[in-house]
């Protein structure tokens, strides 16, 4: 019995130890197979830096719309320029909903911030270089049309998002003017609320659109003691615009394609200073402003401010001009060195109720005309062609090879609206299809004269802004109409830049 018991135990030691050895040789195995055969994760190939860089690409030559008659807008001799080598900056594609949501509650908190900063942050003291430079308006030698737009007076994305896609979609533009005024973004020195600046330079980098900034009004803290009440006007001291523009291309940096410096100087409602209506004041004012927007980005095109279209005028009690003949003045910018300050010489015209191409000196009748003034007082400010034929020609004289960029061109229309400012009869006079064919005409002009770099239509949607009121004088230029119509001027301009690219034929 004894010897029993002990040979089974051996039987199951020697079983047990059988079945280790087994499993221990059988996962050897299987271990050694899987490093045989499993493959290895190949090496990185080398990255190819090149394949992650944009490069210029051949494009062909824009298709122009075809005119009736030969453009005749020109000056005596126009500058030989060089053909256009650049592309077109691409649109940047639209945020997901996820990341719209955090880009919008991000503004909320800057802009609470902002607003609430107290006046110890100090005053930028001199320009810092940005890290990133804009893609350059300045390279391009070709004509492109824009429109200015109104930003909304809230954080609203998606109604900011609604002009810009507008714009890039149904008007096929690459250019926006926003109205940048410095009175309302920094109240007090050195406290700024960006809020709705903010929401229309998000929404224009959205959608790919270039920005011209008009940088006008200085706030109260900065107009000299004596200022008149009311009145906008250069700030007592330079720097103060100076620290500005420092402070805006800063926040915006790569965003703010060009930078028009102040606006219609040669009226006292826009600069009006206790030295007057000096031509050689504001063209101090032009050099320091483009040497601070040189020494932080000297890609940005810097466009002079542009002057009223104007005989002039004093007043009858005091004797001090309240406006200077834009001729005169432009003369006089040019003798205070404007040339050496400026990349493109700004430019305005809104045409009263004369069509694009007539010269001041031959302007037919128009016997159902109310507005006479082009009529029966012959003067070179009424005229569209006039002015920019002036102008040019005067700069090409000076030895300049700057070309113009004219920051607000348009025609008035009071057809579809209950009333007319005060002062702005002319809007009786035209139709909405006049108003219509003469932005296409007056396109065409400036295109096909090349002394034109940019060209923005006054206006998209100042408008609906004013909820259409019969007493703001930029609701007759807007191209939304009541209850939100586009009116023909809106497809006249689609038409006419969609040809000049050769999207249409």
Known sequence: MARTSIIKRQVRGFVITWSLLTLIITGMTFFGIYLTYTPRPAQAAPIDVRANAAFPTATQPLAVAQVTQPPTLAPTSTPTLPAATSTPIPPTEEPTVEAAATEDEALRTDSSVLVAQAATEEPTQAPAPTAAPTVVPLTLDIFELGIQVKPENSADRQDQNN???MVRDD???DWIKLQVRWEYIEPEQGVYDWVVLDNAMRAADRFGIKVLASVVTSPEWALPDNQPEGMHGPPADTQDYVNFLATLMNRYPGQIQAIEVWNEQNLDREWASPRGLRADDYVELLRRAYQGIKAIDPN??????????TGGGTNAQTGVPFAIDDFAYFDAMIDAGMLEYTDCVGAHHNGYNLAPNFLWDAVPDDPTAT???PFDNPHHSWSFRSTLEY???RVELAGGDQKLCVTEFGWASGEDLTGVPAGWDYAVDNTLEEQAQWLYEAATLMEQSKFVRLAIVWNLNYGPSAG??????????SLIGPEFTRRPGFWSLQEWNRRYKGLIQ
């Open 391 to 393: 102008y040019a020609n």
């Open 371 to 373: 507005f006479r003034g």
């Open 300 to 309: 940005v095109m810097v466009v002079s401010g542009a002057l009223s279209t």
């Open 468 to 477: 259409w009121s019969e007493t703001d004088d930029n609701v007759p230029y």
């Open 171 to 173: 008007l096929s533009m």
């Open 163 to 165: 002009w810009m896609r």
